[in-house]
């Protein structure tokens, strides 16, 4: 997938260029050589050393100071998005957020607390996940959030919980058939401190402009004011845009590698130990596929099943 | 002869231009610079209550939704009256049309807001925030520009209405010197009693010089209190009114943001602030009828300021319902009754400012009234003293 994506011109419908790539990536991924050529490609400019899908071994001990931290205080504070369509979101109706990352988050509350609501959801803007992190306001951040070398250097992830990739989203009647074909020349939209911005600052792909916006969704905004004419983002948020407009699709394949983590302090070892339990346990269970049905097949098509959990030695 | 009906014509001229400035002020300038910023104030209000009603999205009560709307037809109403008003003046007649232009762009963008959130879609908050900012970064802008150049413009009346009439002054002083000098000659020479008809128009002429110097500055006082008890006080109320819907704003605005930028609480604390030093300075220029709704206004401030402070620290420990019940809730301890209270008894301050100004002002238009027929009177009464007291010497020459 890596090595055709420039050649190949693979015209994609919004469900069959969601389905394509997070699917063929968890399915490389359970190779070994698949994931370490994956890896390899993704991190172009990290130390060569890094494989950002590592994490440390699954553990079931409470008895870790920050997971001691967390019994006693008797909730855990989890950092999300509230805008995020099926991911992380509000919805207005009931009040209540809700999404694939919020279910996660419930997971890990049930598992150290015994009750998955005892959770206290904290909004963290997307340019302030690391820095949440870092100056303990949250425990955790489930937050569509791809790990990447350059983030370990500043907090820990869990294993992956998700294979996403950055696709471009445009218009139907722009009639684009590849990433490229749909940026070329265009106004591109991206979110403040995603990948995608760097992903267009290494490779701008003949852009003409771009225009940088607080979130996602104020790319959509944009699009549909006819301000700018493609938003690159992962597909996993892609996705939820479309699903948001019935005029705009998703085009692939993807031109990255994202695999999403639940990030947490580097000073916390035993509760990435203990998340990384909880969400070996979540794939094994069914919890990830019940999750997934719920929230991502009606746009990503039904999955194989979880990315498998890599540990480091 | 001809000099002294020149100077009851210059005198009236003079008069008549500074109480036609003055009736400007009070008819029109004053009444536009205070459109302006009713349209700006309605504008500003908007934005607020659109984001209170998207907060409060299916449990919108009827009155938010309808303060809105008037708010709208409010702005597209005085935007008509403004610029049937502005005829002329270049440049607010720009910023009307640019205005005019946008204020349906605006609503539009609300309406997409509504319409997606109501669909259970996020992008329905990205569309408020969105359309706030046109409103913050395009109609605010605009709508502050039309008030710029409307308030410039009363202040140009204000200063025609107080000019000195120095015209009428200085050559009221060369006839008064040239008939003394005239007098004094003919004394010499002809050794007679003083010349009547030449000390009437003496008389005449000093009596109108009087006149206009006691009406000048009856007008000055009252246009001067006009413009301290009634223009300058009602200005920095305006600008409280204003800061107090900002703030009000951002603070409505950090919760449609949902978390997802922390530019609307840095917002809230700037804007807030601000807001408070005006509401202080507002006070201390109040005149003393409107001291008692803007010390309210001020008690409800720092009622809204506390229960803000609560509502934040909900939404800061994740209780994001709590905080959107203590921000735009109906209950007691929710900061919307304190905010609305503030906001009506700073209403009800601009109604007793904006009638003390236009009692001053209207007493300063009238105060020199009288000088013009004054004026005209005595110098037609020193022009026959004039020809009077020259036509007996001219006859003893015969």
Redesign the interface.
């Known amino acids: 997938m890596t090595g055709g994506r420039m050649t190949r011109r693979v015209r994609t419908s919004l469900v069959a260029a969601a389905l394509l790539a997070p699917l063929a990536l968890a399915g490389s991924a359970s190779g070994v050589a698949g994931r370490a050529a994956v890896a390899g490609a993704t991190v172009k400019t990290a130390a060569p050393t890094c494989d950002p899908t590592k994490s440390l071994p699954p553990s079931s001990s409470d008895s870790g100071p920050a997971v001691s931290a967390i019994k006693k205080r008797g909730y855990l504070i989890a950092g999300v998005d509230q805008n995020n369509y099926h991911w992380g979101f509000r919805d207005p109706a009931s009040g209540q957020v809700e999404g694939f990352d919020i279910d996660i988050v419930h997971a890990i509350a049930q598992a150290i607390l015994g009750d998955p609501s005892k959770v206290v959801f904290k909004m963290v803007p997307t340019a302030q996940r690391i820095e949440a992190i870092k100056n303990g306001q949250v425990d955790v951040i489930a937050r569509t959030m791809t790990i990447t070398c350059d983030r370990l250097n500043d907090v820990a992830f869990s294993t992956v919980y998700f294979q996403a990739g950055q696709q471009v989203v445009v218009p139907k009647a722009a009639h684009a058939t590849s990433v490229d074909g749909a940026l070329k020349g265009k106004t591109v939209c991206v979110s403040q401190a995603s990948t995608a911005q760097d992903q267009l600052k290494q490779d701008p792909r003949g852009v003409k402009a771009i225009t940088v916006v607080g979130n996602d969704l104020d790319c959509l905004v944009r699009m549909q004011l006819g301000q700018v004419d493609a938003t690159l983002t992962d597909n996993a948020i892609a996705v939820g845009q479309a699903a948001q407009d019935p005029t705009v699709q998703v085009v692939g394949p993807s031109i990255t590698d994202e695999p999403y983590g639940v990030a947490m302090s580097r000073t916390a070892p035993d509760l990435v130990a203990r998340v990384n339990q909880v969400l070996a346990d979540y794939r094994g269970g069914g919890g990830w596929m019940a999750s997934y049905d719920k929230w991502l097949a009606p746009y990503l098509g039904s999955s194989d099943g979880p990315p498998p959990a890599n540990y480091l030695p | 002869m001809v000099l002294v009906l020149a100077f009851g014509a210059l005198t009236g001229w003079q008069v008549a231009d500074r109480s036609s400035a003055a009736d400007q002020v009070v008819t029109h300038s004053q009444p536009l610079s205070q459109n302006a910023t009713e349209i700006y104030r309605s504008l500003a209000d908007a934005d607020t209550t659109a984001a209170s009603g998207f907060l409060l ?2 449990g919108e009560p009827r009155e938010v939704r309808q303060r809105y709307q008037d708010d709208l037809a409010n702005a597209a109403q005085l935007l008509t009256q403004a610029a049937a008003q502005s005829a002329g003046a270049g440049r607010a007649q720009t910023w009307i049309d640019q205005l005019n232009q946008q204020l349906p762009v605006y609503s539009g963008l609300v309406e997409t807001a509504r319409t ?3 669909q ?8 408020l ?2 359309a706030s900012n046109q409103m913050q970064s395009q109609l605010l802008p605009a709508a502050q520009h039309l008030s710029d150049a409307e308030l410039a413009r009363l202040n140009q009346d204000y200063a025609d209405a107080q000019a000195t009439p120095w015209a009428a002054y200085v050559l009221g002083a060369l006839l008064l010197a040239g008939l003394l000098w005239v007098q004094v000659r003919l004394f010499r020479r002809t050794n007679r009693v003083l010349n009547l008809g030449l000390l009437g128009a003496t008389g005449a002429l000093l009596a109108t010089l009087l006149w206009l110097t006691v009406g000048v500055l009856a007008a000055d006082s009252a246009l001067s209190d006009s413009l301290e008890h009634g223009s300058t006080p009602l200005q920095a109320l305006n600008l409280a009114r204003v800061d107090s819907l900002q703030a009000r704003t951002a603070e409505n605005l950090n919760l449609v943001a ?6 609307y609480a840095d917002q809230w604390t700037k804007t807030s602030a601000a807001d408070s030093g005006a509401l202080a300075n507002a006070q201390q220029l109040a005149p003393s009828g409107a001291a008692a709704d803007i010390k309210a206004a001020r008690d409800q401030f720092s009622l809204w300021t506390q229960r803000h402070t609560a509502a934040d620290a909900k939404n ?6 709590g905080a ?1 019940d203590g921000t735009v809730g109906s209950g007691a301890d929710s900061a919307q009754p304190a905010f609305l209270a503030l906001d009506q008894d700073l209403a009800n301050a601009v109604k007793v400012e904006q009638a003390d100004f236009l009692s001053a002002a209207k007493n300063g238009r009238d105060a020199t009234g009288t000088v013009v027929y004054a004026a005209a009177v005595l110098a037609l009464l020193g022009a026959a003293g004039v020809l009077r007291g020259i036509g007996r010497r001219l006859a003893e020459f015969r």
């Open positions: 999205a299916g997606n959130d109501r259970g879609l996020p992008l329905g908050a990205a569309y925030s969105y949902r978390g997802s930028t922390t530019q800061n420990a994740g209780d994001y319902q959107l």
